[in-house]
């Protein structure tokens, strides 16, 4: 697997990472012995950029990673997040970026995970109530204490990001970003780029849209989040099935998969990103690390770029509830 770097931080990562939050909730039933060979063929592979937060199946996700990582620490660079608040069944509730909460969320990430040090510690959502220089002083502690290697931030605007990195260097943002959400070109890439900050999208196939295998909702399981997301349901549903088929022909001529293509145009973008979409399968794992080797001319990526114009997606990204939790300035409608 080829590597890249993170901005200007100094640390290298595989150039494809493994989101690992679906092995745990919001897509189904787990299955934690495939979600267990999946880890273990993602580092055969070389996909050694590990993706986990403390939110993820209530602190489940990072347990299960981290036991499959701790015999192998030194091949791995792992990313884990703290902030959200979820309820006892799972539902987000809040956020809390609180410099107590910071340091007793980083304790307990690291005695799940089983590990002394995390690589690259994120603020999974900025708390409104906290000034982002409190949240970001707490979290450079933690490096200072050797708990931690590296800042990041999860779903900021550009400018708490100027804010944070100026109390602290951040390493890498990571939000949303693929064919169907462009927003971050706006004014975040842009402000990653002069600071020297690395990008990491994740949902970087639009949450399974883009691999053409959503048509409907019907076929999810009863707990799958998509259910739930305004993108997936009705009018702006069938609008967003045609972006998938011209995905689809455009794909077809490039003799790829839908979501091999959709990655390969994200890596594409600038050496600065690195996408992490998320399986508990070793079969797309496979599927999306084999984008990597993928080389799109100029010509393609501004074929898919007329294909795929900011705001070609219709309906917001989350419901109300969860998009209030994003602190960006410019949210698609």
């Known amino acids: 697997m080829k590597q890249r770097m993170l901005g ?12 690992c939050m679906g092995m745990s909730q919001a897509y189904g039933t787990r299955d934690d012995a495939e979600s267990k060979a999946t880890l273990l063929r993602a580092l055969e592979l070389g996909v050694t950029f590990l993706d986990t937060a403390d939110a993820y199946g209530g602190g489940e996700n990072e347990r299960l990673v981290g036991s499959m990582i701790r015999d192998r620490r030194h091949e791995v660079v792992l990313a884990t997040k703290f902030g959200i608040l979820r309820a006892a069944d799972g539902t987000p509730i809040g956020v809390n970026g609180s410099p107590d909460y910071a340091r007793h969320a980083c304790d307990a990430s690291l005695q799940r995970l089983g590990i002394e040090q995390i690589d690259l510690y994120y603020l999974h959502r900025v708390d409104p109530q906290v000034p982002i220089e409190d949240s970001v002083g707490a979290m450079s502690e933690l490096v200072r204490a050797g708990k931690v290697r590296h800042l990041g931030l999860s779903e900021a605007s550009a400018d708490t990001i100027r804010r944070a990195h100026a109390v602290h260097p951040i390493t890498a943002l990571q939000s949303e970003y693929s064919l169907w959400n462009r927003e ?25 849209f883009l691999s053409g295998s959503v048509t409907t909702t019907e076929n999810l399981p009863a707990d ?40 390969a145009w994200i890596l594409a973008k600038g050496d600065d990103l690195v996408p992490i979409p998320g399986t ?7 599927s999306n690390a084999a984008s990597a080797d993928i080389d799109l001319t100029a010509a393609d990526v501004a074929e898919l770029d007329a294909a795929f114009p900011m705001g070609a ?19 698609p409608k």
């Open 313 to 331: 997606a219709s309906g917001a990204r989350y419901p109300a509830s969860l998009g209030a939790m994003v602190d960006a300035k410019r949210e």
């Open 184 to 208: 971050p070109e706006r004014d975040v890439l842009p402000t990653l780029r002069e600071l020297g900050i690395g990008f990491v999208p994740f949902s970087p196939l639009g949450r399974g």
């Open 8 to 19: 200007r931080s100094g640390l290298q990562v595989s150039a494809i990472g493994l989101g």
């Open 224 to 263: 799958d989040f998509r259910r739930t997301l305004p993108r997936f349901q009705g009018d702006d549903l069938q609008k967003n099935l045609t972006l998938v088929r011209t995905l689809d022909t455009l794909a077809a001529k490039k003799g790829c998969t839908t979501s091999q293509l959709s990655l």
């Open 280 to 286: 508990k399968r070793r079969t797309y794992l496979e």
